[in-house]
């Protein structure tokens, strides 16, 4: 995989970059998390539903540039995907991408109408590494990776480097806490306190939060995450 495009308002990967080497000459497809069978493998790959053939005569689109709706309703259409805009749900009506599955298709005719809105929110997880971020009081870090949930796909954390602020470790900011992201500027602004980042737990890339602990933790100091993209509620 050679990078992730997620959506930067629902906060949820919609397409795996893959880079497929010598077998298609180098070309890199679009594949969406609808084509996933089932969730990722322990020795990390990704089981789909689709052929090789399939991605061979699958539209060529140039992953270089920004991905538009008429670029992803081609795509979606080709592989009898329905389009997840224009629904509440995270794909097209359901919480997960697999369940979409059931009974695909692209018969909406309102869905196919805002095909034409370009005001679209794709970004790639490589270009938003080493944007600034600010807090409500001052500069704060940079980003240096995301943290996805591998079973609904929602980025559930930003993680942030404030080495060159403090204490030379990284922090986990949540998406709810999120009130803007600059393509423009490469900044990423939080409604937190240069404070309020300082004495969140620190996070270790050789320990992630999995049992909740670390949750419970950002949690008491920045609040709970209530809004719906596909992440675990804070505990009780």
């Not at 008429?70 to 991408?97: C, R």
């Not at 034409?116 to 500069?139: F, N, T, W």
């Not at 404070?195 to 270790?204: K, N």
Request: proline share 6%; charged share 25%.
């Amino acid at each position: 995989m050679a990078d992730l495009y997620f959506d930067d308002q629902a906060w949820i990967v919609r397409y795996f970059v893959v880079a497929t080497g010598g077998w298609l000459s180098g070309r890199e497809v679009l594949i969406s998390p609808q084509a996933l069978s089932r969730a990722p493998a322990r020795d990390q790959t990704l089981p789909v539903t689709i052929t090789r053939a399939q991605v061979k005569e699958s539209p060529d689109i140039d992953t270089r540039k920004p991905v538009s709706r008429q670029h992803e309703s081609l795509l979606l259409t080709y592989y009898n995907f329905p389009f997840y805009w224009g629904d509440a749900g995270l794909w097209g009506g359901a919480p997960y991408a697999g369940i979409t599955l059931a009974g695909a298709g692209v018969e909406d005719d309102e869905a196919l109408a805002d095909t034409d809105d370009e005001d679209h929110h794709l970004r790639s997880a490589k270009a938003i590494i080493d944007y600034h971020v600010q807090a409500s009081d001052g500069a704060v870090g940079h980003v240096c990776g995301l943290l996805v949930d591998e079973h609904s796909w929602a980025v559930r954390y930003v993680i942030v480097d404030i080495g060159s602020w403090w204490h030379g470790h990284q922090v986990l900011i949540a998406p709810e806490w999120i009130d803007d992201v600059s393509w423009l500027d490469r900044t990423l602004s939080v409604d937190l306190t240069r404070s309020a980042v300082e004495t969140a737990p620190i996070y270790d890339a050789s320990a992630p939060p999995e049992d909740g602990a670390h949750d419970r933790g950002l949690y008491t100091a920045h609040g709970p995450i209530d809004r719906d993209v596909g992440r675990r509620q804070p505990p009780a």
